[in-house]
């Protein structure tokens, strides 16, 4: 994984070849020059929202038992057990590495290329699509400046950390006392991958297109079985999604509405009507 610095440089490094670009002399160098440009956006965006996460989860107080309230509300509500789920997953190595992968690589690059391809193919749909995304991850980051241990960190729960345990871990040995692995709620990996399915099933035309569903549901399942996320985190980031999409649907509906007619005529019209009285 790239440090935030190179995440930095590439962003400032693609900007300056997209507003160089038009005035190359090569053809190919010229079309290429608005993708560099949305992608040097797209990973300044990823730097400010990393930024942001720096500043805002600046604590660690707390984040236990907030996790724990969150498993006990889970039992409370007759949610399946995130542990079952993992015992499930623990007696096959092979299944429980994918997923680690799965949860540390694919996320990021299912995005990058669902706006490459929305950008490419659907451009009429990009900006839909990059607002979304910057609207449900900015609000994302301030429900996260709450700090919440994930159930990797949380004694007493019967999880594992999968990540650990195969060598594949992306964080850092500090564990509770690292505010960057207390932002469990919401799960970010689930925002990003409904959006990503939503984006597909809306733009494309292809009976192949629901296959993308599976994406959102292989990504809850895998957040819970590698004890990264409970099932609220999930739960939580999609409606966060959810409630993004309706403001800006009953924004725009008001919008598209109507201006009301006018009961009565407009006050700089009464005078000309009066003149018109006193002619007849």
Avoid: K
């Avoid at 079309?31 to 040097?40: K, T």
């Avoid at 733009?203 to 609220?232: G, K, Q």
């Amino acid at each position: 994984m790239l440090s935030l610095r190179e995440f930095a440089i590439g962003a400032l490094t693609l900007g300056a070849f997209g507003l160089a670009a038009p005035r190359l002399r090569r053809r190919r160098l010229i079309a290429a020059g608005p993708y560099a440009r949305e992608a040097g956006v797209i990973v300044g965006l990823y730097v400010v929202w990393q930024l942001l996460l720096d500043q805002l989860v600046t604590h660690v107080g707390g984040a236990v038992a907030r996790g724990q309230g969150i498993w006990d509300l889970e039992r409370s509500i007759h949610l399946p057990s995130e542990a079952g789920l993992q015992r499930l997953v623990l007696p096959h190595p092979l299944v429980a590495q994918a997923s680690n992968g799965y949860y540390s690589g694919l996320h990021f690059p299912a995005m990058i290329g669902c706006l490459i391809w929305i950008f490419a193919r659907h451009r009429d749909r990009y900006s839909w699509m990059r607002r979304n995304l910057i609207l449900v991850t900015g609000i994302s980051a301030l429900v996260q400046a709450i700090p919440v241990a994930p159930p990797r960190l949380i004694s007493g729960l019967g999880m594992v950390d999968t990540g650990v345990l195969y060598h594949q871990s992306d964080y850092g040995p500090n564990g509770l006392h690292d505010p960057g692995q207390l932002i469990s709620m919401p799960s970010v990996h689930v925002a990003w991958a409904v959006l990503v399915a939503l984006a597909v099933v809306l733009a494309s035309r292809s009976a192949w297109r629901w296959l993308v569903v599976l994406h959102p549901i292989l990504t809850m399942l895998v957040v819970v079985d590698t004890a990264n996320h409970f099932w609220l985190d999930g739960i939580v980031a999609a409606a966060i999604l959810g409630a993004v999409l309706a403001v800006e649907w009953l924004v725009a509906v008001a919008a598209a509405r109507p201006a009301p007619v006018p009961a009565v005529a407009p006050a700089e019209a009464w005078p000309v009507l009066a003149d018109a009285d006193a002619a007849r």
